[in-house]
Nanobody, 124 residues
Framework: VQLQASGGGLVQAGGSLRLSCAAS????????ISWFRQAPGKERDFVAA????????YYGDFVKGRFSMSRDNLKNTAYLQMNSLKPDDTAVYYC??????????????????WGQGTQVTVSS
C-alpha cells in the first residue's frame, strides 16, 4: 500500500482544512488509517484514527471535537476535516496504515505504511 497525503496549506486561526490520504492497492479497506503530526523539534503525535470499515473513530485529547475523520473505501481515501484551527496545530501531518489494537493506536511502530506528510501552517 502506498499512501499520499494532501490538503495541507496556510490558514488563519479559526479556519478549516481537509486533509486527504489516498492509497494505492486493493487492501486499503482492510487497514486502520490514522493521522499523526509532527512539529519541528517534537515527537510525532497521534491525531486521529478510523477503523477499516469506518465504524469507529478515535481522536487525540487535544482535538476536543474540532477534527473529524472519515473514509471512503470505494475511493481508497481517508479524510481529516480540521476546524477551529489554532497556531498550535501547525505541523507536518502524516497518514499511516496498520492494524493496531486500541491500546496501540498512538504507537507509530505498529503502522506498516506511511504517507509523505503534508504541511499545515496556522497563522495567528
Amino acid at each position: 500500500v502506498q499512501l499520499q497525503a494532501s490538503g495541507g496549506g496556510l490558514v488563519q486561526a479559526g479556519g478549516s482544512l481537509r486533509l486527504s490520504c489516498a492509497a494505492s492497492g486493493d487492501t486499503f479497506s482492510t487497514y486502520t488509517i490514522s493521522w499523526f503530526r509532527q512539529a519541528p523539534g517534537k515527537e510525532r503525535d497521534f491525531v486521529a484514527a478510523i477503523r477499516h470499515n469506518g465504524g469507529r473513530t478515535y481522536y487525540g485529547d487535544f482535538v476536543k471535537g474540532r477534527f473529524s475523520m472519515s473514509r471512503d473505501n470505494l475511493k481508497n481515501t481517508a479524510y481529516l476535516q480540521m476546524n477551529s484551527l489554532k497556531p498550535d496545530d501547525t505541523a507536518v501531518y502524516y497518514c499511516a496504515a496498520g492494524r493496531p489494537v486500541l491500546s496501540g493506536l498512538a504507537q507509530t511502530s505498529l503502522y506498516y505504511y506511511w504517507g509523505q506528510g503534508t504541511q499545515v501552517t496556522v497563522s495567528s
